[in-house]
């Protein structure tokens, strides 16, 4: 993700040495010396990026590319496309970060995550929120289909019993089947809310059966 030459050609040219640089990022040297190694840079955080990147008095995109001449005259990559890679190279971040690596408006990045959250799924892999905070883990439901569908649990299964005798379940549901429960049936397309009201798509298959 990052290039190494760059890197280490303006630290060179600002005549910084791998343990300058490393102290003022607050990592080891050891750590600068992989880095321009060609070393995967594994759990880097962004934030300690964007203090190597202040150091050499440039951008942390501008180290996250190649250098602008090696560039000149190609198109500027997908926004969506680079947040993208850089969640999947630094596992999780914030939206602050990521719109300060990437040179970019923190909405557009936004804007990006919400396009990512949709993507992702089909390729097992979820886009987790937590206000600024981003992160990538692997999706509940992989995108693998064509799997056995898993047996449902107890509690889902007196769920699923309680819509099938078309009770009005809706103001009796405790929290965890609000929030939890229900979702995870309606996602596995065993019920629908059309009009309104919850009803099942299909009978239940026998294999459905309750895991204890």
Do not use: W
Request: some cysteine; charged content about 30%; overall charge positive.
């Amino acid at each position: 993700m990052i290039d190494t030459k760059t890197l280490r050609r303006l630290r060179h040219d600002r005549g910084i040495s791998q343990r300058k640089l490393a102290a003022a990022a607050g990592v080891d040297p050891l750590t600068i010396q992989r880095l321009e190694a060609g070393a995967d840079c594994g759990d880097l955080p962004l934030r300690v990026l964007r203090r190597i990147a202040d150091t050499l008095g440039v951008t942390p995109a501008h180290l996250l590319r190649e250098t602008p001449e090696a560039t000149a005259g190609q198109a500027e990559p997908d926004v969506t496309a680079r947040v993208g890679s850089t969640l999947l190279a630094f596992k999780d971040s914030t939206v602050t970060d990521l719109a300060t690596s990437l040179g970019v408006p923190r909405a557009q990045v936004r804007q990006s995550v919400g396009q990512l959250a949709a993507e992702l799924p089909a390729l097992g892999i979820a886009v987790a929120r937590d206000g600024d905070h981003v992160r990538l883990e692997p999706s509940e439901e992989p995108a693998a289909a064509t799997a056995a569908p898993k047996p449902l649990r107890l509690d889902q299964a007196r769920l699923l019993r309680r819509i099938q005798r078309g009770e009005d379940i809706r103001a009796k549901l405790s929290k965890t089947d609000r929030e939890l429960v229900l979702p995870y049936l309606i996602r596995r397309q065993l019920i629908n809310d059309r009009d309104g009201r919850l009803r099942l798509t299909d009978p239940v298959s026998p294999s459905m059966t309750a895991a204890r």
